[in-house]
């Protein structure tokens, strides 16, 4: 468990997974993907992503954010929550 907004947890994460990529012995070694999967309060889609780009994005794959609906309360604020992600991540990166 970890904060939302904290990089250095995000950074923990990043350095588990790695471990854990390297432990299962995939069938592309070279190629590992990471799914981060926003089951999350909307208010903290932000602090999350940015904590993603900053620790926790695959060295040699990709890396996508799966936004679990509702988005937003409204219109208004589905419409920031989309202004703020694509900040922080192309809309290739989401989902």
Known sequence: AGQYDSAEDFQQLHSHLTEVEQ????????????????????NVFLASAKSIRLSAMSASGFTRLIVEKPFGHDLTSAQQLCNDLGAVFSEDFLY
Not at 23 to 42: D, E, G, K, V
């Open 23 to 42: 432990q299962t012995n995939p069938p592309h070694a070279s190629c590992t993907n990471r799914l981060f999967y926003f089951a999350i309060p909307p």
